[in-house]
């Protein structure tokens, strides 16, 4: 019974932030305001963490103790490991032994210079609803603001592949957890974490990667 009210509840107030997020659109429109990334929807309720497992079997609901639960979990679970093993010898003996697939021409168009063209068919392949990273900031309001911000992404595309450095700020990104298709969601272990990275690296990573395409099936046997 008291389950049945929490979740009656829950929906009550999904619905009056529902409400009040169309007052507000209506008032505001599409500007990109912190109001207009953060409205909830149905998708967000279904996919809401309530309650994590501790490691001794019992739950807690309080969102510190279940930060600290995600935090221990997924850090042991991506801590690298440096043991050096006789098999990792004999593989970079073998890797040493292949000979280099990448002609002369090839990296000379993997390392020519950006154009905004380039830069632009580049951005025209992300989906411009996607969900906002971190910096608030989806696709679209990249394409909307193309003419203003066209020079400056191509000066800051060039000088990180001149000189070899990206600032930190544009790495950064915000890890989110889906659940998996089966299994407790109680379970951290039933999470699977995805980061969602600031657009302007994602579009970088786009460029490099439509570079590469066409020369894949001379670098890597297709089975």
């Known amino acids: 019974m008291a389950k049945h009210e929490l979740n009656m509840a829950e929906k009550k107030i999904y619905d009056m932030e529902f409400h009040g997020s169309m007052t507000r659109w209506i008032r505001v429109g599409d500007k990109t305001t912190k109001e207009l990334f953060c409205s909830k ?8 963490m309530r309650s994590l497992n501790r490691e001794d079997g019992t739950t807690t609901e309080y969102g ?3 930060m600290n639960i995600a935090t221990s979990y997924y850090k042991r679970l991506f801590t690298e490991h440096t043991m050096v093993t006789e098999e990792d010898i004999r593989e970079d003996i073998i890797l040493q032994s292949i000979p280099e697939k990448v002609k ?3 990296n000379t168009w993997l390392v020519c210079p950006l154009s905004i063209i380039e830069i632009w068919e580049a951005l025209s392949d992300l989906h411009e609803d996607s969900c906002p990273r971190i910096d608030g900031l989806t696709p679209h309001f990249f394409t909307c603001l193309w003419d203003t911000i066209k020079e400056d992404l191509l000066q800051a595309y060039e000088e990180i592949i001149t000189f070899g450095n990206m600032s930190e700020e544009f790495g950064q990104g915000m890890i989110h957890l889906i659940p998996k298709s089966r299994g407790s ?6 999470w699977r974490p995805i980061t969602l990275l600031n657009i302007v690296y994602k579009l970088l990573a ?3 990667a439509r570079r590469l395409t066409p020369l894949l099936p001379q670098l890597i046997h297709p089975s």
């Open 206 to 208: 786009k460029i490099v």
């Open 185 to 190: 969601a109680n379970d951290i272990s039933k």
């Open 104 to 106: 002369p021409e090839m």
């Open 64 to 66: 510190d103790k279940m």
């Open 41 to 48: 929807g149905p998708r967000h309720a279904r996919t809401m």
